[in-house]
């Protein structure tokens, strides 16, 4: 018997995997695999999320309108060239379909995020990577990859999962140099934990080149990542073209109305950042104190590197299991003599450096 075949390359794409949530045994794990917001989403959030329960029956708002506004309004930008969705996962799958085909290419780089390269695969096109410098996307290595077939060059800023980033003037560069056919995407998902005076999530270049775009999300220091709500803003023609593409009622409006709560509360947001920049270098310095080596991370995770490669990670993460801890392994990404760990509560990051701190005194 014959069976419907999906399209040539479908079959070799590696599913995504998330980080692990769960440990057998264990009733409550300390979960730093996600990289998510260690404060949880906003109250007022919470409260909008419950107040919908009772209209389930009602489709949601189309357009996301009133959403759109509120980001508009919050980050100063036009609301007509914002595009929401299903959390930038489903943008960044958009743009790949909407942009690339057979044939084509979609350029990101070195470590960048594994969604780049499924995207592509979906779309029938071939991902390419670009070499990074010291674990930081470098603009003339992605240059040199650029083709005739190139269509479009994925930028995590600041990346995920090094945590590094690059500075606005560099980002710029490498618009300047790209050919006008060529879509630069900059995902921004973690821009709101940086204050770097060097760094731009990429609104100026969206605003004045008709080639770029800039995708944001609700799951990091918003804390709404199970409701799955991005963002994009684009110049109008990418705007249109996403919205002639999408699902009409893609977002749904449980994740309109919490993300419209979580937007609003400036005092949560400043909350979730403040225990970040507190926590995120003492994990850093508590990490190297042990003889682990850490990418320089803007972002609310520290990537850690072992001394003794790939097993003694391995083993380092199996050790944190067994103490009820959950972080993420990076073999994945082409890293796997790494771990990274999301910043958490107090506790729970005191707990990981105490117990990491135990298992590198052990022969």
């Avoid at 769960?22 to 007022?44: D, F, M, Q, T, Y």
């Avoid at 919490?258 to 920049?277: P, Q, R, S, V, Y």
Wanted: with cysteine; proline share 7%.
């Amino acid at each position: 018997m014959t069976e419907p075949k999906p399209r040539p390359g479908i079959l070799d794409i590696a599913p995504y995997v998330g980080g692990e949530a769960k440990i057998p045994g264990v009733k409550r794990a300390i979960k730093l695999a996600s990289n998510e917001s260690a404060l949880g989403p906003s109250p007022k959030a919470i409260a909008a999320y419950r107040k919908v329960a009772k209209d389930l029956h009602r489709y949601p708002d189309g357009g996301a309108d009133r959403l759109r506004g509120a980001i508009a309004e919050r980050y100063g930008l036009e609301p007509a060239q914002i595009v929401c969705g299903a959390g930038s996962d489903e943008l960044i799958a958009m743009l790949c379909r909407a942009y690339a085909g057979p044939g084509d290419e979609v350029l990101y780089s070195e470590f960048g995020f594994l969604m780049y390269a499924i995207s592509a695969k979906s779309a029938g096109a071939t991902p390419v990577k670009a070499p990074e410098r010291d674990y930081t996307a470098h603009v003339d290595s992605l240059l040199a990859q650029v083709n005739e077939r190139t269509r479009l060059l994925f930028l995590a800023n600041p990346n995920n999962p090094t945590g590094t980033y690059l500075a606005n003037d560099e980002v710029a560069r490498l618009r300047q140099r790209l050919s006008p056919q060529v879509l630069l995407v900059i995902d921004a998902a973690y821009a709101e934990y940086v204050d770097r005076n060097d760094y731009s999530p990429g609104v100026d270049l969206v605003r004045n080149h008709p080639n770029v775009v800039m995708t944001r999300t609700f799951s990091k220091i918003y804390g709404l990542a199970a409701l799955r709500l991005g963002w994009a803003y684009c110049p109008p023609a990418v705007a249109d073209v996403l919205h002639r593409m999408r699902g009409p009622f893609n977002v749904g409006a449980a994740a309109q109305a919490a993300g419209l709560a979580a937007i609003a509360d400036h005092a949560h947001t400043a909350g979730a950042k403040e225990h970040n920049d507190h926590w995120r270098p003492w994990l850093m310095h508590q990490l190297a104190a042990i003889g682990l080596s850490t990418t320089p991370s803007v972002g609310n995770f520290v990537l850690a590197r072992f001394p003794y490669g790939a097993p003694q990670a391995k083993a380092a993460d199996a050790f944190l299991k067994t103490k009820g801890l959950i972080v993420r392994q990076m073999a994945g990404y082409g890293l796997p003599d790494c771990l990274r760990i999301t910043v958490g509560l107090d506790d729970e990051n005191e707990a990981l450096t105490a117990t990491l701190g135990e298992f590198m005194k052990t022969p």
